[in-house]
């Protein structure tokens, strides 16, 4: 009897402890129907806000709802983006590919060893099982710049240590186990699908075999011609195992797709045929990323001194007239009526947050029901809008959207 009291005593603590990082459903967010989170790119507060080449997104600023203190998380992008699905970093903070389909790599959760930019790290192993996250200072010397002034993450004074109890699971596995659905639309995505894609413009690839496109050019073109407006960085449900490996058809490539064709952003809006969760991810060229091998529009911001003064302005009207696109189909898809529905606009991160520039970043919140016209002061992150979200669809807070200083966007989300 001793024995099977003390077995059972042993099973419970192995059970608590593996998921510590799935906690109970976050109260104060009203039930949500639809959530469709576009992700836009790289610039902060005071380079969007106010800006004269942004103007539908301060007017939708005004008429929905915004958090004029919201944070992101770390540097570079994808560690935010498996933030904003995942509640952690999952041990990445660097843009790395995947190491597509690996059964034999250690994952970075599995031996607490950070995937950074310094010093440079391979691929990432396909991200699953449980372990150990990457801290996060509140200055960052070493990885994205050596030495100071120093990358400010989150506020400059708020930092996150690594957690030992992480889970290798997003949004996706939470929803799909709660017979829900989600989609990432990713534009640009090539025909063929993301499996093995680290780029596209939408047609050719990383994977191009350059030599059979005949006749040869002079130059001959190659993969440095590639505009890459698909990044799979941007695409953080594709770093994961599960869907990678496709054992559920319900949780699998399958839940990625473009936004033109069949299946696409746009067919679905139109039909209202749209999951629980949408993460809609524009091109490079038009969530304000820029690329260096693009259009004169879609150029990088010439100056990186975190003001508005050295961006390019084309790239911001770019960006602003992408998501009047977005949230108009939104707003005019058959969905947007059925039930309760929120449409949040989000920038990743503050690419300049270099000291004394916080990485503080726009974020947007919209519904279909409850308050307008709500601007809120309060603390928020990309744990918060996570746990928001989580509440919003019925599923459990995940990894850091469980922590006691994470706090939830029941101001924004409102009240019906």
């Not at 608590?16 to 009203?30: D, V, Y």
């Not at 746009?266 to 091109?283: D, K, Q, T, Y």
């Not at 449409?343 to 270099?354: A, K, L, M, R």
Request: glycine residues 8%; proline residues 7%.
């Amino acid at each position: 009897m001793k024995k099977a009291v003390l077995c059972l005593a042993l099973l419970l603590a192995f059970g608590s402890a593996a998921f510590a990082q799935e906690g109970a459903i976050p109260k104060g967010i009203p039930h949500l129907d639809h959530v469709f989170v576009i992700m836009m790119e790289n610039h902060g507060y005071h380079q969007i806000m106010g800006n004269a080449n942004a103007p539908f997104i301060n007017q939708y600023a005004k008429t929905a709802n915004l958090a004029t203190n919201y944070f992101a998380v770390a540097h570079p992008s994808l560690n935010n983006y498996l933030e904003v699905v995942g509640g952690s970093n999952f041990g990445v903070h660097s843009d790395n590919n995947p190491l597509w389909h690996s059964t034999t790599c250690a994952t970075n959760l599995s031996t607490g060893i950070p995937n950074t930019d310094n010093p440079p790290s391979p691929d990432i192993c396909p991200i699953a099982g449980s372990g150990t996250d990457a801290a996060t200072p509140a200055l960052d010397c070493t990885n994205e710049v050596t030495g100071p002034p120093c990358d400010i993450n989150v506020n400059g004074t708020v930092s996150y240590p690594a957690v030992s109890t992480t889970l290798g699971i997003t949004i996706a596995d939470q929803l799909v186990a709660a017979g829900k659905t989600w989609k990432s639309y990713q534009e640009d995505l090539p025909l063929g699908g993301p499996d093995n894609v680290n780029y596209s413009d939408g047609n050719f690839t990383n994977l191009t075999d350059f030599s059979k496109i005949k006749p040869v050019l002079n130059p001959p073109l190659n993969s440095g011609d590639i505009v890459q407006l698909y990044a799979v960085k941007h695409n953080p449900f594709a770093y994961f195992q599960a869907i990678q490996e496709g054992g559920n058809p319900l949780n699998s490539y399958a839940n990625m797709a473009a936004f033109d064709g069949a299946g696409g952003l746009w067919s679905e809006l139109g039909s209202g045929n749209v999951p629980n969760f949408s993460l809609i991810a524009p091109s490079q060229c038009n969530d304000q990323h820029g690329r260096p091998n693009g259009t004169a529009f879609c150029n990088y911001d010439p100056n990186d001194n975190g003001t508005k003064a050295g961006l390019n302005p084309a790239l911001l009207i770019l960006g602003d007239q992408e998501v009047q696109k977005l949230v108009t189909a939104i707003h005019a898809s058959p969905a947007w009526t059925r039930g309760h529905n929120a449409i949040v606009v989000v920038w990743d991160e503050n690419d300049y947050s270099v000291q004394p520039v916080v990485n503080k970043v726009v974020t947007i919140v919209d519904t279909n029901y409850g308050v307008h016209e709500k601007q809120s002061a309060e603390f928020y992150t990309h744990f918060s809008l996570l746990r928001s979200i989580e509440g919003g669809l019925g599923i459990p807070c995940l990894n850091h959207a469980c922590d006691a200083s994470t706090n939830t966007m029941s101001d924004l989300f409102g009240e019906f």
